[in-house]
Structure formats: C-alpha cells, structure tokens
C-alpha cells in the first residue's frame, strides 16, 4: 500500500491534497527528520543538530526509477563498460543525458534513446584513457576531464572543441554548469597543526584552464592501515563547499569579498573504533595464505601506525543542483542522510536496491539520484529515481 502510493506520486498519477497525502502515504506514521538549531556569531552561520535520523524521514527516493540507462541490452552502443570505474551521467541544459563510459561519451535524449557516441581510447584529441568527470555547461557544451588529467570540451552536437593539459586533479563534485572547477594544486603538501595530518592547496579554474582565483587550504586525506579519512569538497556559481570526516561537520564558504560561511554540525554521531574492530581490520590486512610470521609483520604495521578513535563521519558527501546535501552512513551499505529545507532539516533514506547490486550515487538530474548498479546479468546500469519530499 505505502510503495503503490509513493510509485504513484512519482509518475504523476494522483494529486492528492496534503492531508490525503499524509494519511495514504505512511504520515500517520510520523516522521524522524531532525531540525536544526541556528545560531550566527562573527560572520559564520552555524547550523546545528543534536543526533542523526533513526527512521525516514521528509526526504524520500521513489521506490521504482523513472529511466533506466545500460544493463544488458542488444548491441554494444547502449551497453556500458565493465572497465568504467567513474561511470556517471549528467544532463545538458538542452535536455540531453551525457554518459561517461570509460573511454567514450554516450549521448541519450530525455527518454534514454541513444543519440551518437563520440570518442575513442587513447591519449589524443578525442580520445580517453578513462573518463573520471563529465560536467555540462550552461551552453549545452561539456567539459570532461580523464583520468590522465586531461581536459577536452565537446559542444552540445558531440563535436570536440579543445582538448588541453588541466592544471591538477579536480575534485569529485568539483564543477559547475557556471564553468568552475575545484582543482588541488600540484604543488606539495605541508604539514597540518595537530591531528590534521596534512594540508592542500585548492584553487578554481575556469573551463579553458584559467586559473579564476586561489581558494585557500584544507586538510588532506589521512590513512590509518584500513581506514582513511578522505576529504570531500563540491563547488558551484557561489561558494565551495569542505568537508572534513574526522568530524561530523562540513561548511561553505562563499566566493563574495568578505567571504561568509556556513557551517553544519551533526552532534552525537561518530562511531568509535573498538578494539576488536581493529584487530579485525588489521588481520583482515594480510594476503590469503600468508604464513603466520608474514601476518604478525602486517598485523604489528598496522598498530605501529595507530588505532584512530573513531570510524570516518561519512564515506561520501554530495551536493545536488536544488543545495541539498546528502552523505553515505559508514558501514551502513545504500543508507544516506539528506539536508535540506534550506539547510535546517535532517533526513535518512535508504537507496531501493538490492545490496548485491552494489548500489552507487554517482550524480544528480532535474530532481533525480542517478544511481550506478549491476543488472541481475551483472551488466552495469545507471537508474535514475526521483526525489521526493515532504
């Protein structure tokens, strides 16, 4: 009854008043979003909540997608490559889905029909070694960037406008359809104060290669045998966005002179790492097989490095084109808390996927998660679902 209702408001197929609405669709229930205490001191909005979610909330996924993109299918075009490790999908402002598959661009219209495929493997103009990024522009055009670091622009036809050396690795999440690009520097790492570990350069770049302005320093990742705390950055037309999991806590800071900043903090939330859990971790480090002397080597590494006190926050943190902000539940497969509501209401969902599947959130699309998954074939399969909230 509650999954037929959402799958219905997903298709448009009723229009319920808000308190049918309620009823039919598990409100009765309640809801566990969490709102936010907000407070302002010296420039820095800080938004605050007190615990995470334990049940849904306001912010929902439809339980069956709307468009379904790969998987087994009849012929090689619209099928997607085994070897694509960054598969993702982006759609241009025309409407068109571009498909970064390993070392082609995939063009579908609004219907998921194939338009062209354009691009090669290789290391020349118009070829890929594997693509990592596709970020669509204002004008329809796209900027890709490979994993060799290089940078190729493709306008809304496919045809290839430039392809030039990029400056240094974008960050995941690190464009925007105003032509910006969140790049770590190339230059070295310093040492951070503290239990930061070590710091870097990040800067934003336009489209072309430019340099558009330095951003400043945050924190690198920080690797602790088998677990590592990696930073997790987005950027868009206003501000970029820093996140740090050795804290439940992440913040924007504005491109505007003097920049302003806005800082979320969720409270009673880190998960601390057991003993038991290091020990396992650490004898899950040693090879298969290995002698008992080579287990004890890789066991005592492991410790002499240091047991961190707590797991990472989170294991991803995005941004969609609406502001929300979603991160991944450690150790919690296909689990996700949403901020949204302007960035004052907390919510958890869970992605309707089978875990075997291996369910992915690679991106955003016109009010949709995109997500990368294996079909029952094993083929790879982007599925696109619509975000629903109340």
């Avoid at 009823?23 to 995470?52: K, M, N, Y």
Wanted: proline residues 6%; contains cysteine; aromatic residues 8%.
């Amino acid at each position: 009854m509650r999954r037929s209702c959402w799958r219905n408001l997903a298709r448009g197929q009723q229009k319920p008043l808000i308190l049918l609405l309620v009823a039919s669709c598990g409100g009765s229930q309640g809801s566990d979003s969490i709102r936010a205490s907000v407070s302002d001191s010296a420039g820095i909005t800080r938004i605050d909540f007190e615990r995470l979610p334990t049940g849904p909330g306001a912010v929902r996924i439809a339980p069956e997608p709307d468009l379904e993109l790969g998987g087994l299918r009849r012929g090689d075009s619209v099928e997607f490559d085994a070897r694509s490790i960054y598969l993702n999908a982006a759609q241009l402002a025309d409407g068109q889905i571009v498909v970064g598959d390993h070392t082609q661009l995939k063009y579908f219209d609004a219907v998921g029909r194939l338009i062209r495929v354009v691009g090669r493997k290789g290391f020349g103009p118009g070829e890929f070694s594997n693509i990592r990024l596709v970020c669509p522009q204002l004008d329809s055009s796209v900027l890709v960037v490979d994993d060799d670091r290089r940078w190729s622009r493709w306008d809304s036809m496919g045809r290839l406008v430039a392809t030039f050396d990029g400056p240094g690795l974008v960050t995941n999440d690190g464009c925007s359809t105003a032509g910006h690009l969140l790049v770590r520097s190339n230059i070295s790492d310093r040492a951070g104060a503290g239990h930061e570990g070590h710091v870097r350069q990040y800067d934003l770049f336009a489209a072309d290669g430019r340099k558009h302005r330095a951003l400043g320093e945050a924190a690198g990742a920080r690797y602790y045998g088998p677990i590592f705390f990696e930073p997790r950055f987005a950027v868009s037309e206003r501000d970029w966005l820093i996140a740090n999991p050795r804290r439940y806590e992440w913040y924007t800071q504005s491109f505007d002179t003097p920049p302003r900043q806005s800082r979320w903090t969720v409270h009673e939330a880190l998960r601390e790492v057991t003993d038991r859990e290091w020990d396992s971790l650490a004898f899950g480090r040693a090879p298969d097989g290995s002698s008992p002397e080579m287990r004890r080597r890789v066991i005592a590494s492991i410790n002499a490095i240091g047991k961190p006190p707590h797991f990472p926050a989170y294991d991803r943190l995005r941004r969609d084109p609406e502001g929300r902000v979603w991160f991944s539940a450690n150790k919690v497969p296909g689990r996700w808390y949403v901020v949204d509501s302007g960035g004052r209401r907390l919510s958890m969902l869970d992605i309707p996927l089978r875990q075997d599947a291996r369910p992915h959130l690679v991106n955003f699309v016109e009010g949709r998660v995109v997500i990368r998954h294996l079909d029952e074939q094993g083929s790879p399969r982007l599925s696109f679902f619509r975000v629903l909230s109340r």
